[in-house]
């Protein structure tokens, strides 16, 4: 799984401001649709981003100390697509509201602000704290560069393979252990 960059979390973010305010300001009915999340969402989002954290959290204390914190590598991989996911829902929610939170604010001097106005702030703030903790959590989950597992588990074939004993690996060793 390739790690996620930054540049396409801002260019889906800016994509999403300028269809979020294209389409408030084509359709003026179109912010009252439904299209800004309420409340009770924006707290099950906020609880999906600590969920990742607090599951990011656990893959780090893996990575660090191996023996003591153990954790299947399944539950692993899933964690860091949790975390990708809540990286790229953060920055839809915050591009989509901040496009209509530019709207709202460029009506402010035509009327008085809407209780339309506080909601869309409100999933603007929810999606950069989102966003955030899915690049956070994400970075968690990654392994560091010079693995011991692994640089322990290279070590072992060469040894085999270098010493008197060729041990038959594979398609055709045991070809190669008939001729000897």
């Not at 996620?4 to 300001?25: C, D, E, K, N, Q």
């Not at 839809?92 to 460029?106: D, K, M, N, P, S």
């Not at 008085?112 to 999606?127: F, M």
């Not at 899915?134 to 989950?141: D, K, S």
Request: overall charge positive.
């Amino acid at each position: 799984m390739k790690p996620l960059r930054y540049r396409w979390l801002a260019l889906i973010a800016a994509v999403a401001l300028a269809a979020g305010g294209l389409a408030t300001g084509i359709w003026p009915d179109f912010r009252e649709v439904g299209f800004i999340l309420p409340w009770p969402t924006l707290a099950v989002s906020v609880l999906l981003a600590a969920a990742a954290l607090a599951l990011g959290w656990k893959v780090r204390a893996h990575v660090k100390d191996p023996k003591h914190k153990p954790i299947e590598p399944i539950v692993a991989s899933r964690i860091a697509v949790l975390a990708q996911t809540c990286a790229v829902y953060g920055a839809l929610l915050f591009g989509w509201a901040a496009g209509i939170v530019a709207y709202e604010l460029a009506l402010l001097r035509f009327r008085p602000a809407s209780d339309t106005l506080l909601l869309s702030l409100a999933n603007v703030v929810v999606g950069a704290m989102v966003c955030i903790a899915g690049c956070l959590a994400e970075t968690w989950c990654k392994r560091p560069p010079d693995d011991s597992d692994r640089s322990e588990s290279d070590q072992d074939v060469t040894t085999r393979r270098g010493s008197d004993q060729d041990i038959p690996e594979g398609e055709g060793g045991y070809a190669r252990n008939r001729r000897d």
